[in-house]
């Protein structure tokens, strides 16, 4: 058990900036980041892994003039199911299992658990069979799993009609005898470059090219879609990748980089087109995100990188444009520039603003269900990342606890939370970010349940005196001049607990403000 943080250190400061707490890590290095795989682990836990099958040297025999009806196979061993056994700090951020049959959905990936120990990722083989599956596979190849009747655990299924273990393998291929073929011609010379360029076999026939498809060094290329006609970046692709959406470029990105679109751009004097050997993205748009808000759930950084990839294209596939937008906003994130479209910069500001309910000076907000695949609506944050602080949360009812319970939260993701005050009524906080210049107010709730009675402010001229009890002097001033600007985002958040779901810490957008 890691040893408790200091709540905060008191710094007395005439302007206006937020007070950070000593404890804060700088953004660049987030204290506690997700795993580079999230819940779709690329490796697994090493002590989890079982030894792979050893390696033997079999002799090599070759027989020449085989009869074309010789039926060949060839056998190859599988992995053992320990390969495939996700490491049991994520599988404790798994949901429980389905009660109808024992799988455990996160996003767009289903686990189960093993009869014998251990919890698995599954999918589809080629056969529609499921088999235990590796996140690098597109299609599952582990051992064939089925589930034990009657509970919700899962065995691997006997193999039908497997080799036996003590006969020897044979294992053929044909050679042409070398009269077969009496005026062979040498194999053309491969260019150096196509060894090495991944978009070496990209090239399309030039009678298949359309408007703004573009040609480099006699080669045909596709292209994306440019988006904005301006942007002097282009960006070629490979042709069996026919319409860039989300989901295409983050199964690219995850599986398959090298395959991703590179950037091109004509260059002077001659304004010849050149390809950009560089990457565009190192890594999926979701792990960008964990990057710099380490602690948001599973759900929300699906939810938040779709949304943010739909506002940089301005549809739901991909645009030249939109990608370079993308890649500007994730060097913004890592070297602290300012961000110019700030909405594609921070998910706070993607929110849309909630409905409410009622009438007279008490209004309802009812909360949205967590969805990856759905617009998005709220922001979550995953207690499993934070367990200890949460555990304390529950003890206690104090206001002044739950406004220091969020500010460390928020402090960690990255934003710079001015001071809490000592006031034990009205939760609230004001907080910023670095790269716009938009203020935040946070209403802090407890929720069980799914419902946020909100009470309206009737009494504007007690309203900047409550401000000041509320979040303190220095934070109530720069609220005051942000919503002169008209540049403050008033929020609600604070823990969430429902009968059957897991406990959560939301933040959703409304449109009442506090002054």
């Keep these: 058990m890691s040893p408790k943080r200091p709540i905060r250190t008191k710094t007395d400061t005439a302007d206006s900036t937020p007070v950070v707490r000593d404890t804060t890590p700088d953004i660049s290095t987030p204290p506690r980041l997700l795993p580079d795989t999230l819940i779709d682990p690329t490796s697994t836990h090493p002590a989890w892994q079982l030894p792979a099958p050893p390696v033997t040297r079999q002799q090599m025999i070759e027989i020449y003039d085989l009869p074309a009806e010789t039926h060949v196979r060839n056998v190859t061993a599988q992995r053992p199911i320990g390969s495939y056994f996700l490491a049991p700090g994520l599988v404790n951020r798994l949901p429980p299992a389905d009660p109808r049959d024992g799988t455990r959905t996160a996003g767009r990936y289903t686990y189960v658990d093993l009869v014998e120990g251990g919890t698995v990722q599954i999918g589809p083989d080629a056969q529609n069979g499921l088999r235990a599956r590796l996140s690098s596979e597109l299609l599952a190849s582990g051992p064939l799993l089925e589930r034990v009747e009657g509970t919700l655990v899962w ?4 193999a039908q009609n497997a080799p036996d273990a003590d006969i020897s393998q044979l294992s053929m291929t044909r050679h042409r005898l070398p009269d077969d073929e009496p005026s062979v011609v040498p194999p053309k010379r491969q260019r150096t470059d196509e060894t090495l360029d991944p978009w070496s076999n990209w090239a399309i026939d030039p009678q298949h090219a359309t408007t703004g498809d573009i040609r480099i060094d006699g080669i045909q290329y596709k292209v994306i879609p440019r988006g904005d006609a301006s942007d002097p970046i282009v960006y070629i692709k490979n042709p069996s990748h026919l319409i860039y959406d989300f989901d295409l470029l983050d199964r690219t990105l995850r599986l398959e980089p090298q395959e991703q679109p590179r950037g091109a751009i004509q260059v002077p004097p001659a304004h010849d087109w050149q390809i950009d050997p560089t990457l565009p993205f190192e890594r999926p748009l979701t792990k960008y995100i964990s990057q710099y808000f380490p602690e948001l759930s599973t759900t929300s950084l699906e939810s938040v990188a779709f949304h943010q990839f739909v506002l940089a294209n301005g549809s739901d596939t991909a645009t030249g444009s939109g990608l370079t937008l993308l890649r500007q906003t994730f060097n913004d994130w890592q070297t602290g520039n300012r961000h110019p479209r700030p909405q594609l910069a921070d998910p706070l500001l993607m929110l849309p603003i909630l409905p409410t309910s009622g009438n007279g000076a008490v209004r309802i907000i009812e909360l949205p269900t967590p969805t990856s695949n759905g617009p998005l609506q709220r922001l979550d944050f ?10 304390y949360s529950n003890t206690t009812q104090s206001a002044l606890d739950l406004k220091r319970f969020m500010a460390t ?31 935040f107010f946070i209403s802090l709730h407890r929720i069980r349940g799914r419902k946020i009675n909100q009470t309206l402010n009737v009494d504007h001229s007690s309203a900047n005196l409550r401000l000041h009890i509320q979040v303190g002097a220095t934070a109530a001033a720069a609220v005051i001049a942000a919503n002169a600007a008209n540049k403050v985002v008033w929020l609600r958040g604070g823990p969430q607990m429902l009968a059957n779901a897991n406990d959560t810490v939301f933040i959703v957008r409304d449109a009442n403000p506090r002054l």
């Design 409 to 439: 939260l928020l402090t960690r993701n990255g934003y710079a939370v001015f001071d809490p005050s000592l006031s034990n009524s009205f939760p609230a906080l004001v907080f910023k970010r670095s790269g716009h210049d938009y203020v």
């Design 382 to 391: 995953d207690p499993a990342l934070f367990r200890q602080e949460w555990l």
């Design 155 to 158: 065995r691997p299924l006997l």
